[in-house]
């Protein structure tokens, strides 16, 4: 593991060096609960590999990008969503607002979310 690896808090859990539970794991993508989720469900969903974000994800990596939706939609499944509804968010760069510099999308759900402002 490299050092920015070293450093990302998402590498570490993906490498399973935090003992974080996983909602769903393939040999590509991991999901887990949020820790400050901002929904009733909120889970992360990464790949296992460092990408900073959606922004770097190009024409060779079009499987990895299906492998992270279906993962998110398996979730959506897993915590009983699927049906209600939920919403899928990835942030790409500083005016997006995202904090941790390695793709993830949010899946969101569990309530009637608000307009997206």
Same mark, same amino acid.
């Given at each position: 593991?490299?050092?920015?690896?070293?450093?990302?808090?998402?590498?570490?859990?993906?490498?399973?060096?935090?003992?974080?539970?996983?909602?769903?794991?393939?040999?590509?993508?991991?999901? $887990?609960?949020?820790? /400050?989720?901002?929904? *009733?469900?909120?889970? !992360?969903?990464?790949?296992?590999? &460092? +990408?900073?974000?959606?922004?770097?994800?190009?024409?060779?990596?079009?499987?990895?990008?299906?492998?992270?939706?279906?993962?998110?939609?398996?979730?959506?499944?897993?915590?009983?969503?699927?049906?209600?509804? $939920?919403?899928?968010? /990835?942030?790409?760069? *500083?005016?997006?607002? !995202?904090?941790?510099?390695?793709? &993830? +999308?949010?899946?969101?759900?569990?309530?009637?979310?608000?307009?997206?402002?």
């Amino acid at each position: 593991m490299s050092d920015h690896q070293e450093a990302c808090i998402f590498c570490r859990i993906a490498a399973g060096d935090m003992e974080t539970a996983f909602v769903v794991e393939t040999d590509r993508v991991v999901a $887990f609960d949020d820790i /400050s989720p901002q929904a *009733p469900i909120h889970v !992360q969903v990464i790949p296992k590999r &460092h +990408v900073d974000s959606v922004h770097e994800l190009g024409s060779g990596d079009t499987a990895l990008w299906a492998e992270i939706l279906d993962v998110a939609n398996r979730v959506a499944v897993k915590k009983g969503v699927d049906e209600s509804g $939920f919403r899928l968010v /990835s942030n790409a760069g *500083p005016d997006s607002g !995202q904090e941790v510099h390695h793709l &993830h +999308v949010h899946v969101l759900g569990g309530k009637k979310l608000g307009p997206i402002a």
